[in-house]
T-cell receptor, first 114, second 109 residues
Framework: ETGVTQTPRHLVMGMTNKKSLKCEQH?????MYWYKQSAKKPLELMFV???????ENNSVPSRFSPECPNSSHLFLHLHTLQPEDSALYLC?????????????FGPGTRLTVT | GQNIDQPTEMTATEGAIVQINCTYQ??????LFWYQQHAGEAPTFLSY??LDGLEEKGRFSSFLSRSKGYSYLLLKELQMKDSASYLC??????????WGAGTKLIIKP
């Protein structure tokens, strides 16, 4: 248990569906992150939030839409995805967005787009 | 561009010692992390180096040479549970974290 939870753990969706991924952290951290992890590739940072404000968006397609209603919760809304979006989506949190602080990861959502 | 290099896969024997190397080229340096990730699980923090030298933490040690852009993770007395991927990540001058692709470590009896 890292103090970061994610739901669902597995998700299969068609290209026309709309779904949302949820992340919650119980660590009192101020920063939250969405990552995409594909096989044999580095972790790809998608979005960064600091105190509910988005501070980074790494050229992510608009079919991915993040939402951070408060510092403990983070969502990733998905719509009209492509098969190449199939991957493990990881949420993480840290004390702040400064890279000196370790990140705590959730277990991830394994997404399959059919 | 910014780059982190680490071997894709390594194999070692239970009870032995293994060294996983990481080299980096980044715009500035503000620390290097090692994370462990078991198959199907989240990455978990192992170590953080910001100064040159060796940091020991039980069976695991991490070394850093900033002048060479080089780090290694040393695992001693290997156990089967150490089979996992090991991720190297560097914080650049803007305090952004740059990740390597990870090294898959296979432990054989």
């Amino acid at each position: 248990e890292t103090g970061v939870t994610q739901t669902p753990r597995h998700l299969v969706m068609g290209m026309t569906n709309k779904k949302s991924l949820k992340c919650e952290q119980h660590l009192g951290h101020n920063a939250m992150y969405w990552y995409k992890q594909s096989a044999k590739k580095p972790l790809e940072l998608m979005f960064v939030y600091s105190l509910e404000e988005r501070v980074e968006n790494n050229s992510v397609p608009s079919r991915f839409s993040p939402e951070c209603p408060n510092s403990s919760h983070l969502f990733l809304h998905l719509h009209t995805l492509q098969p190449e979006d199939s991957a493990l989506y990881l949420c993480a949190s840290s004390q702040s967005t400064e890279g000196r602080y370790e990140q705590y990861f959730g277990p991830g959502t394994r997404l399959t787009v059919t | 561009g910014q780059n982190i290099d680490q071997p894709t896969e390594m194999t070692a024997t239970e009870g032995a010692i293994v060294q996983i190397n990481c080299t980096y080229q980044t715009s500035g340096f503000n620390g290097l992390f090692w994370y462990q990730q078991h198959a199907g699980e989240a990455p978990t923090f192992l170590s953080y180096n910001v100064l040159d030298g060796l940091e020991e933490k039980g069976r695991f040690s991490s070394f850093l040479s900033r002048s060479k852009g080089y780090s290694y993770l040393l695992l001693k007395e290997l156990q089967m549970k150490d089979s996992a991927s090991y991720l190297c990540a560097v914080t650049d001058s803007n305090y952004q974290l740059i990740w390597g692709a990870g090294t898959k470590l296979i432990i054989k009896p």
